[in-house]
């Protein structure tokens, strides 16, 4: 009798296992994240049943979006729970969503993250080039330039604030387009002045990290053409002549990447 007592209290207590799996989010978004540049969330996945999980697996969907291989596949003693990263980068400006999946096939669970980004330009943002930053042919007259704050916003708009020596300012703004980067990193961008008066300027930059090469020139110049990604910075000519560093812009970031 006692064998049999014991017998179904054990068989009671096993038909009582109640896996479960828990994560800590149920959406991870990555809001605005700058082409070219990795952002990465965190994601608690959990054993929350009273069993052993052997064979918890995740897998993650969605371009742009990625997790470590070692963090694909492990195993969650009851009560434990573990850490992944989940990253995200992208080549173009857009929307972006998938899913992480996080099941257990022995268990018969299943547990799904939504992922969401929006992919901005690299050059959204603010930048400022100041003292030798800034190109001899704008610090020099008749410009005499002594700061530059250039805001190119995530909606292609922009903004350009110059100060001279005297103090004067002149805002400038506009929209934008840049074309993708060559093999050197050099970009073409396009720039449609809306104030103080149209005009259409052309050019190339270049970032890295917190800091961009930029060099643009105003179109229909007599005698003038605009530098070009093939011909690199300095390739702005006058008069058939490359120009060098004459209008080359450096510039460092100082603002993250506006609306």
């Not at 195993?75 to 080549?91: C, D, H, K, M, W």
């Not at 050059?123 to 330039?145: H, K, R, V, Y």
């Not at 190119?152 to 020596?165: G, H, K, L, P, R």
């Amino acid at each position: 009798m006692i064998a049999a007592l014991v017998f179904a209290g054990y068989a009671c207590s096993s038909s009582s296992d109640s896996p479960e799996l828990g994560v800590s989010e149920s959406n991870l978004d990555f809001g605005d994240v700058r082409t070219g540049e990795e952002n990465t969330l965190t994601l608690e996945i959990r054993n929350d049943g009273d069993v052993t999980l052997d064979d918890v697996n995740v897998a993650v969907t969605g371009a742009g979006f990625s997790i470590a291989e070692e963090d694909m596949q492990f195993a969650l003693n009851v009560g434990q729970s573990r850490t992944v990263s989940i990253s995200f980068i992208a080549e173009n400006p857009g929307d972006f969503s998938g899913s992480v999946t996080v099941s257990s096939v022995s268990e018969n669970l299943v547990r799904t993250v939504n992922l969401a980004a929006f992919a901005v330009d690299a050059i959204a943002g603010t930048w400022i080039s100041q003292g030798e930053d800034i190109a001899p042919g704008l610090a020099g007259p008749p410009f005499l330039n002594v700061e530059i704050v250039a805001t190119f916003n995530a909606d292609n708009t922009y903004n350009v604030t110059s100060i001279d020596q005297a103090g004067s300012t002149i805002e400038f703004t506009g929209t934008w387009v840049a074309g993708a980067p060559n093999d050197a990193g050099i970009r073409s961008i396009l720039l449609e002045q809306a104030t103080p008066f149209a005009v259409v300027s052309s050019g190339i930059f270049r970032i890295n990290g917190s800091r961009m090469e930029y060099e643009v020139i105003q179109q229909g110049l007599t005698g003038v053409e605009p530098p070009t990604v093939e011909g690199g910075f300095g390739s702005t000519l006058v008069g058939g002549n490359p120009t060098g560093p004459f209008w080359i812009q450096q510039y460092s970031r100082v603002e993250a990447v506006p609306n």
